[in-house]
């Protein structure tokens, strides 16, 4: 299972989630990374869920459209949408502060 460390505010959170688990979808039913992790949508349309990937990216399926369309340039500062990846290995994402 997949150990999730989350950065937000100069603080940092650590968790287990389930394989698969989508953080979005986990905030979504009060679950880690709640209630830190900035969100909307849920479904790759309003880049709020946006977080660089500091550790991991590279068990990540590459982006999809969305996340083309959303992150832009930001993809090649490893910036991904929570909100479209379902974890299968360890990970260390950092949110900016702020409104994305
Ligand atoms: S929550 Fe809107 S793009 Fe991820």
């Known amino acids: 299972m997949?150990?999730?460390v989350f950065h937000k505010a100069g603080h940092s959170?650590?968790?287990v989630v389930q394989d698969n688990?989508?953080?979005?979808?986990?905030a979504g039913?009060?679950?880690f990374p709640y209630p830190h992790l900035r969100y909307e949508c849920g479904m790759g349309k309003c880049a709020?869920?946006?977080?660089?990937?500091?550790a991991g990216a590279e068990h990540l399926p590459p982006p999809?459209?969305?996340?083309?369309?959303q992150l832009g340039e930001r993809l090649d500062?490893?910036?991904?949408?929570?909100?479209?990846l379902w974890l299968t290995a360890d990970i260390e994402l950092a949110q900016?502060?702020?409104?994305?």
């Open 21 to 26: 688990a989508n953080l979005v979808v986990r």
């Open 77 to 84: 500062q490893g910036y991904r949408l929570a909100c479209q």
């Open 29 to 31: 039913i009060k679950r």
């Open 64 to 69: 999809n459209w969305k996340e083309k369309k």
């Open 96 to 100: 900016d502060d702020g409104e994305a």
């Open 48 to 54: 709020k869920c946006a977080c660089r990937v500091l």
């Open 13 to 15: 959170y650590t968790d």
């Open 2 to 4: 997949p150990t999730v």
